[in-house]
């Protein structure tokens, strides 16, 4: 199956609505999307990325207002969330209702639901008239697309359509938010400032490395230490003394002098949402540059920075098992 580029929405909804898997994009990543109630159609989705099933799928809606045909229950504070950063980088796990079906969330009681910000998925949506499931549009625990190019390169003949719609605006994933029984948690840092959250509903839980409380103690599902690698390997660094000769090298501002091998700067200004923007664009071009070792700055634990270090991180993981 070779993979067909969209440039036309309309198209987008029709494979849709036949039941068949479109990337699609969004302010934050690229999606693998499909029909989010139909459990065959989800079994497609797990398939073409290489996904084990324990790892729960967000399902996307067009409006705001489509949160009830999801959750069974939506918390004051989860409202107060949805009224002020939705459409956006913010997804929301909440009480499920029991039509939604076991393969999306894995099982769980709860179900992720986001209302993404970008127009044209937002009209494919829409327009298909139900919600999508819709993980990052790449094989399991490989850097995540911001761009239709790097969708076909990891998923080249595994699924039938990619819609482009250009490079990606926020460039890394949704922030998590868990409304559990027992608290309300940041399940994984993203495009949307884990301070402006906290700064609404006052502060969040953090998982251990058990996981939550809730759910049986089960650890949050998908939040595997390794995810979000390039091939090439990868080492968080916090200053030039551990660069060795020849890394490809990953900063947000400060470049090292005089060093000989690749080095990316994201954002002369240290600007933190333009550094975000170009992250796995960065990574995946690195990664393409032949060098042995990719040396990233850790960037400062604030705002996207948080998001940006939780990747590195996870890439860092995937290359010392
Ligand atoms: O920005 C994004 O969120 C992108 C775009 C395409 O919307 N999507 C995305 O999906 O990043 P994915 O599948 O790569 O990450 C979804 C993560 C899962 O790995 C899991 O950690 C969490 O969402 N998740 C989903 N359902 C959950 C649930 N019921 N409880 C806890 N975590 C859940
Ligand atoms: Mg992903």
């Known amino acids: 199956m070779r993979t ?26 690229y999606g693998l999307a499909g029909l989010g109630l139909e459990p065959e ?15 729960p799928l967000i399902l996307h809606i067009a409006r705001p207002g489509q949160i009830s045909q999801l959750a069974s229950e939506v918390p004051h504070d989860a409202r107060r969330l949805v009224d002020n950063f939705w459409p956006g980088p913010l997804t929301l796990v909440l009480p499920k209702k029991p039509h939604v079906p076991d393969l999306a969330t894995a099982g769980l009681g709860t179900v992720a639901v986001r209302c993404p910000r970008h127009p044209l ?16 549009a790449n094989l399991f625990g490989r850097l995540s697309p911001t761009s239709a190019e790097h969708v076909v390169e990891q998923l080249e003949g595994r699924i039938p359509y990619v819609l482009d719609g250009g490079p990606c605006e926020v460039g890394v994933e949704s922030t998590i938010v868990g409304f559990l029984p027992d608290g309300v948690y940041l399940l994984r840092p993203g495009g949307l400032p884990t301070e402006l959250i906290e700064r609404m509903i006052g502060p969040l ?14 650890s949050a599902p998908g939040q595997l230490p390794q995810h979000y690698a390039p091939v090439t390997p990868i ?12 890394d490809g090298v990953l900063t947000l501002k400060d470049v090292p002098e005089g060093h000989g091998g690749a080095v990316i700067q994201l954002s002369a200004k240290g600007n933190l949402k333009e550094a975000a923007s170009r ?43």
Do not use: C, Y
């Open 4 to 29: 067909v580029v969209l440039e036309n929405a309309n198209e987008a909804v029709r494979a849709l609505k036949a039941g068949e898997l479109v990337a699609l994009p969004t302010e934050t990543v």
């Open 121 to 136: 998925m937002r009209q494919v949506i829409e327009k298909v008239g139900s919600p999508l499931a819709a993980p990052s």
């Open 205 to 218: 839980k953090r998982p251990t490395s058990s996981g939550t409380a809730s759910e049986g103690g089960q």
């Open 235 to 246: 080492v968080v660094i916090d200053g030039w003394h551990q660069l060795l000769p020849g």
């Open 279 to 321: 992250f796995f664009e960065a990574l995946h071009e690195l990664d393409r540059a032949g060098v042995l070792r990719i040396a990233a700055v850790r960037f400062p634990e604030q705002g996207l920075g948080l998001a940006l270090n939780d990747r590195l991180l996870r890439a860092a993981a995937t290359h010392k098992k």
């Open 41 to 55: 159609v989800l079994a497609k989705i797990f398939a073409a990325k290489d996904r084990p099933t324990f790892d």
